[in-house]
């Protein structure tokens, strides 16, 4: 398929709400950042049907089920916190962030963790140093909100969609 008409079909499920294209942030860092955004399906059932996905056990064993917990936190917290810009994160080493979002001048990035127990990594703290973050969320589907760092708070999903999480 041409690249133009490739753009033009991704241009149309856009303009139809049915994906989210999501920017790279871009800085002069000295560093080699990903230029390509991503594309994320904004319906995660749209996504687990052409997924061949069909009920929760399918999901809960399918090698994509870290993608659709992602996309759909992802659309999730963009509707509950409304941020004035938001971007991804990624350097071509591997260092990466989910989502940065800029909220009444607070720059404020979400990495994603499917896991009981998200911890921070690396990657999270080079991220916080790149980007001059004033906080980290991680995002989980638990209950529990706690302190990884200073500036890396572990937080539940729901609390993010109640704006709690502000």
């Not at 753009?7 to 560093?31: C, S, V």
């Not at 991220?127 to 200073?150: C, F, K, M, N, Q």
Request: proline content about 5%; overall charge neutral; some cysteine.
């Amino acid at each position: 398929m041409p690249p133009n008409t490739a753009r033009a079909y991704l241009d149309a499920l856009e303009q139809t709400y049915m994906i989210r294209r999501l920017f790279p942030w871009q800085a002069n860092l000295g560093k080699r950042l990903v230029k390509t955004p991503k594309i994320y399906f904004r319906d995660s059932g749209v996504f687990h049907t052409l997924s061949g996905i069909h009920d929760s056990a399918g999901l809960l064993t399918h090698p994509k089920l870290g993608a659709s917990w992602e996309g759909f936190a992802l659309e999730e917290v963009l509707q509950a916190q409304q941020p004035d810009h938001a971007w991804f994160y990624a350097v071509h080493s591997g260092s990466e962030l989910d989502l940065l979002m800029e909220i009444r001048s607070r720059r404020i990035g979400v990495e994603f963790k499917r896991a009981d127990a998200p911890h921070a990594t690396r990657s999270m703290h080079l991220a916080i140093a790149d980007t001059a973050l004033d906080e980290l969320w991680v995002v989980y589907p638990g209950s529990r909100s706690y302190a990884l760092d200073d500036r890396i708070t572990v937080r539940p999903l729901h609390d993010c969609i109640a704006s709690r999480c502000k």
